[in-house]
């Protein structure tokens, strides 16, 4: 086994050498569990504060401000799931049995949620709310932030790492696609359409999705081999832990240019729901634009992954940037005059940006957090990750909040013809928000330092340390 060093502390490489080409049997093990994972994060961007409004019958603003707070409680739970995953020793390994034994209590979260408890108790209703959501963020976070710290323990190699999160994005957007055009015709199926009780539909989709994700989530657990990490040991300090991990520079730079891009998104899923419904009238049109949306970043991904290889993982993560922030303001500015085939156009735009975006940061992560492993000779895998994941929630968390109070504002009534100020507020959501935030994100990237040449440069450089 391939490794590196600084003072005497060696650091676990892939356990197919450093720099060797993984097997496909192993970028696919690894890339099916976010299948389940997007269908998380999809259900949440673009149906939870809908679904809490129409269905469970929450004021926006309520609905909002529980989405926060959930977001904000599971956020300071993920650096306590990394720090434990890292200093995990079983026969499984550090990260599989959270994969093997968190999906249960996870899939049985996402049934939870999404099951209206028809509370007529104001406070009552608003603390199910709470308890709900916090217990099914939790319960995914035990499952994703030992997933997702895997990566960087595979391989070393600067592109292969790029080639094995473009098969776990390959993955992902399938997740998406299912977790966006899945859930009408679910609702449906259960008698939810025409305007009907949604309850039973959405409690179906928690249950189908909930399954789904226990599923994928024990195939990777069955299927992927973490290599030994016996030389270098996790930090066993907490604190000290991440004090470490945030003084990583280009750490940063991911962490808080990640951070704005979810926030962006997570405007623009919620938005889009209520800009169907409420703005064109045809809640059914949104399936038909998800579905365009995300088969085109499905096109993208592998597209995105060759970009890559050639400008660089910056610049190709800055045009995911450019492309929806300019897609946000054009649909701010023309989608309510030039109508719905203006809008599917606009998917088909907005789908290359996302597609762009979906590998470029979890592709440079890895890259970050190996520099820092090879220097202090310390493998926090979880810790970075548990950080970032941290900061990206309080981020959807703010952007929750300020979607609830944004509709407030503009005197949006669920289930009801809008005036004209709710209508505002719906496209100012998916228009200027956004497009300022990733534009912001933009700028950060731009002061990411490691590319290639300097990532291979730091890694010869210790390896010669040897």
């Not at 963020?137 to 391989?155: A, G, H, R």
């Amino acid at each position: 086994m391939a490794t590196a060093k600084t003072g005497g502390a060696p650091t676990a490489a892939s356990p197919h050498g450093a720099s060797a080409r993984l097997p496909l049997g192993t970028k696919l093990g690894f890339g099916v569990a976010d299948l389940g994972g997007n269908l998380f994060f999809t259900s949440l961007g673009f149906f939870a504060l809908k679904y809490l409004t129409d269905t469970v019958g929450m004021a926006a603003a309520v609905a909002g401000t529980i989405l926060m707070v959930g977001k904000i409680v599971d956020a300071f739970w993920d650096p306590l799931v990394g720090f434990l995953s890292d200093n995990t020793r079983t026969r499984f390994g550090r990260r599989r049995p959270y994969l093997l034994f968190g999906s249960v209590p996870m899939a049985l979260a996402m049934w939870f949620f999404y099951s209206n408890p028809h509370i007529q108790n104001p406070a009552t209703l608003v603390l199910w709310g709470l308890v709900a959501f916090v217990l099914l963020n939790i319960t995914y976070s035990v499952v994703n932030i030992p997933y997702s710290s895997l990566t960087p323990e595979l391989t070393t190699d600067y592109n292969e790492r790029s080639s094995l999160n473009g098969f776990r994005f390959m993955f992902a957007v399938v997740g998406t696609i299912l977790g966006a055009v899945a859930v009408e015709p679910i609702i449906g199926a259960f008698g939810g359409s025409g305007g009907r009780d949604q309850s039973l539909g959405f409690s179906m989709v928690g249950l189908i999705f909930g399954i789904i994700m226990l599923v994928t989530a024990i195939i990777t657990g069955l299927t992927v081999r973490e290599p030994p990490v016996t030389a270098a040991k996790a930090e066993k300090d907490f604190v000290k832990t991440y004090v470490k991990v945030f003084k990583n520079g280009p750490f940063r730079i991911i962490l808080f240019g990640y951070a704005l891009h979810l926030i962006g998104l997570t405007f623009l899923q919620s938005a889009i729901t209520y800009y169907f419904t409420y703005i064109y009238n045809n809640e059914g049109l949104q399936t038909i634009a998800m579905a365009i949306l995300l088969l085109v970043a499905m096109v993208t991904i592998p597209i995105s992954v060759v970009v890559s290889k050639r400008i660089g993982k910056r610049l190709t993560w800055q045009i995911c940037f450019f492309i929806l922030s300019t897609s946000s303001l054009a649909l701010f500015f023309l989608g309510h005059i030039l109508g719905p085939t203006f809008f599917l156009i606009m998917m088909v735009y907005s789908g290359i940006g996302v597609g762009f975006g979906y590998v470029a940061p979890y592709a440079m992560l890895p890259d970050a957090i190996e520099v820092d492993a090879i220097r202090s000779g310390k493998r926090n895998e979880g810790a970075f990750y548990g950080l970032y994941l941290l900061t990206s929630k309080v981020g959807q968390a703010l952007a929750f909040l300020m979607t609830g109070l944004v509709l407030s504002m503009g005197h949006f009534v669920a289930n009801a013809a809008q005036v004209d100020s709710a209508k505002l507020a719906i496209r100012f959501l998916v228009g200027p928000l956004p497009a300022v935030i990733l534009i912001g994100a933009l700028v950060l990237v731009q002061f990411y330092p490691l590319d290639e040449k300097t990532y291979e440069k730091i890694l010869a450089e210790e390896g010669g340390k040897k």
